[in-house]
């Protein structure tokens, strides 16, 4: 019942919004209509409880993580420099997706235009790109420090710095740029409803009655040649970074590096293992495993990585948590 409401509104909105539209040769100017989570609508004011709190929650954490780095010049190091780009990312991915699917869920807005949907979609899929991108970089940095502790002031120099963080928008940029053309050129004849509470680049290309086998091959080699890759180079930076660890004579030098390595590795599979999982759960089992259970899982790996990086930084550092204590120290000495 809750979806044949959804339709209905969707009609009526047509109806009051010019209906050649969508009956004319293209219905791009009737924009597009995200119908949330299919097969639970009934649920969708109290799934927004869970989902309004990660978010907040990864506002919140990111945005504390973010000023204390800033505040405290002993985190002005490549780690925590990374680590704040990491904060910056998982606060711009959580926003390019729960404010829409909260106004969907909490007050049935649907509608969203179609240069509107192409906008979100391309943001998700950046910033997807760019944060595979930063845990790589943290990755590299782990592999300096732990590897070449000597070279590292040398390799890791701001300049350097400078570079890692202008490469990785210019590649995510470069990635994401071509499949708002790739999906421009496409013929759209009919009603653009979207089962999702995001636009994303497979599922607006599906609303085309055109030929979208560059669109598929396009986005899986722009997966491979971006996170598969990065999951490439990660895992074998993991590996000389964990051989060299346990080849340390010191006990508390191996203790301390694991514990870091951990925090990053905690951060990684959070990140990465959802997100496969949803895309491959999507491409190979999309005939066994409900249509919601996409959706959920395609939800819950933009909130539920941002909510807990901060809290695995903020308990497996001591460096952070000392800077936290300190920014509130001085916050309260400035109020009084």
């Not at 944060?131 to 990755?139: H, I, P, Q, T, Y």
């Not at 994303?200 to 491979?224: F, K, P, Q, T």
């Not at 996170?227 to 990660?234: A, E, H, K, P, V």
Request: glycine fraction near 4%.
């Amino acid at each position: 019942m809750a979806q044949v409401r959804s339709l209905q509104k969707i009609m009526v909105f047509l109806s009051a919004n010019n209906t050649a539209a969508v009956n004319n040769s293209d219905t791009r100017l009737a924009g597009c209509f995200l119908l949330g989570i299919p097969g639970l609508e009934h649920l969708h004011i109290w799934l927004s409880i869970p989902f309004c709190t990660m978010y907040v929650a990864a506002l919140a954490g990111n945005g504390i993580l973010i000023c204390v780095i800033l505040s405290q010049p002993s985190l002005h190091e490549p780690m925590y420099i990374f680590l704040s780009m990491l904060a910056s990312t998982d606060v711009l991915l959580s926003t390019s997706t729960m404010p829409k699917a909260l106004a969907n869920f909490w007050l049935s807005s649907t509608h969203i235009s179609f240069d509107g949907c192409l906008t979100q979609m391309f943001f998700i899929h950046f910033l997807f790109v760019a944060e595979s991108a930063v845990l790589l970089a943290m990755a590299f940095d782990r592999y300096v420090a732990i590897c070449s502790p000597l070279r590292y002031a040398t390799i890791l120099t701001s300049t350097a710095i400078g570079k890692i963080v202008a490469a990785t928008l210019a590649r995510s940029f470069i990635i994401m740029f071509p499949s708002i053309f790739l999906l421009k050129r496409l013929h759209y004849c009919r009603v653009n409803i979207i089962a999702h509470t995001f636009c994303e680049h497979m599922g607006i290309a599906r609303l085309s009655c055109s030929d979208i086998s560059i669109n598929v091959w396009y986005g899986l080699a722009a997966a491979l040649l971006s996170t598969g890759l990065d999951i490439i180079l990660i895992s074998v930076s993991y590996s000389h970074i964990l051989r060299a660890v346990f080849h340390l004579s010191s006990q508390d030098a191996r203790s301390k590096a694991l514990s870091t390595c951990g925090s990053h590795i905690c951060v990684i599979l959070l990140f990465y293992i959802p997100a496969l999982f949803s895309v491959f759960a999507y491409r190979f089992g999309g005939r066994h495993i409900p249509r919601y259970v996409h959706i959920l899982l395609a939800n819950l790996y933009v909130v539920i990585p941002p909510m807990l990086n901060p809290i695995i930084y903020g308990v497996r550092t001591k460096q952070i948590l000392e800077g936290a204590k300190q920014m509130f120290s001085n916050l309260v000495k400035e109020s009084k």
